[in-house]
């Protein structure tokens, strides 16, 4: 899988030092900066302490089956056509190097529903959808939103709705609010059927 971070620090360099700082006790693969300068910091063959405690679908270990980007941003931001141009090109080198289908890749948000927002709202993923490199939601029959994620491959406990429901709007509907409704539960159904996850 590949999972996409935000860094949550004003600046990249200093993003990039902490993940290289011993003390930190995390780690990415890649981080990307504002205007696009990429710097790989753990071989892809490696592993790296980015995605912490969360599970997708089957696998319950992320960090282990996993290549982590941060993306240099405080989720309050737009990110800038340089950063996008830079994450493109990777994404797409990343995904047929290692035959990663798009829908395996995810957000932090995806797999740490509650525990993390990133890379959130601000996030163009049906940028990344329309260039092959992730998935968007297509409309199913509606079904029950809570079977349908799990299927799909959220794992979240029944007290976190309100986090799951964040976390789905921000990547699939962004702007959305309310309470759950018919949209999401018939976009949550098209995500499984097409994508059961593995």
Known sequence: MVVL??????????????????????????VIARDGTCWQLVREDMRAWH????????????????????IANTGKEPFPEPQM??????????LGRWQIPPE???GHSDMA??????????????RLARRGLAIRA?????????TDARSF?????????????AAFRDRFRPGASGPLDLTDRALMAGLARAWPAA
């Open 5 to 30: 971070h935000y860094t949550a620090m004003a600046g990249a360099e200093a993003a990039r030092d902490w993940l290289c700082n011993p003390v930190s006790e995390v780690s990415a693969h890649y």
């Open 138 to 146: 297509d409309a199913g029959a509606p079904g029950d939103f809570h």
């Open 153 to 165: 491959g959220y794992r979240f406990t029944p007290d976190q709705h309100d986090a799951l429901l």
């Open 104 to 106: 395996r890749v995810i």
């Open 85 to 94: 141009a830079a994450l493109e090109p990777l994404l797409a080198d990343i």
């Open 51 to 70: 995605a912490g405690l969360g599970a997708w679908g089957s696998v319950e270990e992320v960090n282990s089956r996993s290549i982590g980007i941060e």
């Open 113 to 126: 529903p509650g525990r993390k927002i990133d890379p959130g709202p601000r996030f163009d993923w049906a």
